[in-house]
T-cell receptor
Framework: SQKIEQNSEALNIQEGKTATLTCNYT??????LQWYRQDPGRGPVFLLL?????KEKRKERLKVTFDTTLKQSLFHITASQPADSATYLC???????????FGDGTTLTVKP | DAGITQSPRHKVTETGTPVTLRCHQT?????MYWYRQDPGHGLRLIHY???????DKGEVSDGYSVSRSKTEDFLLTLESATSSQTSVYFC????????????FGPGTRLTVL
């Protein structure tokens, strides 16, 4: 069966450290993988998209990697800040399905 | 929230009553989606629309219907609400559909007693 797993529901780190979130998938063949941020009481907001033929994508303090062999994406936030505290969702995009499938999310808390 | 509004933002209703949620966009995007978000289940697609009067089912469509008579409006109807439909409902839009980036509305919290 198809499955998307994001690492432990909650991740707590100290300000200034690098946060690493994982997204593992089973029985999907995504052409793209997207990461979204969701704050309490708000809808998800798009952060980054990475294609299957791209190994790494960066945007300011954010970095995403995509390993189709391991069936895994890693999402890094460097020099983390308390304002980075939120839930982060990964979404797999399969061209054949024509839609995105979301993981359950990981809640990141950055402590000052 | 990218020109997307949802109404109502909160609603409490009783089992067996009909409920309609509205999503309105000002971006003129072709694709519109309805998701529900529940603890432990993440975001799950209910229905989506790829044009006026063109809709299709998602993975959790049972008990829900949708309509889209104008580009800017996408309605989600629960014909007879049940307690299992207590959830937070999000509308999303995208320009090109498929794997295009989606922009989400603020959500509607629905409680069915």
């Amino acid at each position: 069966s198809q499955k998307i797993e994001q690492n432990s529901e909650a991740l707590n780190i100290q300000e200034g450290k690098t946060a690493t979130l994982t997204c593992n998938y089973t029985n999907y063949s995504p052409a793209y993988l997207q990461w979204y941020r969701q704050d309490p009481g708000r809808g998800p907001v798009f952060l980054l998209l990475i294609r299957e033929n791209e190994k790494e994508k960066r945007k300011e303090r954010l970095k995403v990697t995509f390993d189709t062999t391991l069936k895994q994406s890693l999402f890094h936030i460097t020099a983390s800040q308390p304002a980075d505290s939120a839930t982060y969702l990964c979404a797999l995009d399969e061209l054949e399905a024509g839609k995105s499938t979301f993981g359950d999310g990981t809640t990141l808390t950055v402590k000052p | 929230d990218a020109g997307i509004t949802q109404s109502p933002r909160h609603k409490v209703t009783e089992t067996g009553t009909p409920v309609t949620l509205r999503c309105h966009q000002t971006e003129n995007h072709r694709y519109m989606y309805w998701y529900r978000q529940d603890p432990g289940h993440g975001l799950r697609l209910i229905h989506y629309s790829y044009g006026v009067k063109d809709t299709d089912k998602g993975e959790v469509s049972d008990g829900y219907s949708v309509s889209r008579s104008k580009t800017e409006d996408f309605l989600l109807t629960l014909e007879s609400a049940t307690s299992s439909q207590t959830s937070v409902y999000f509308c999303a839009i995208s320009e090109a559909g498929g794997t295009d980036t989606q922009y989400f509305g603020p959500g509607t919290r629905l409680t069915v007693l």
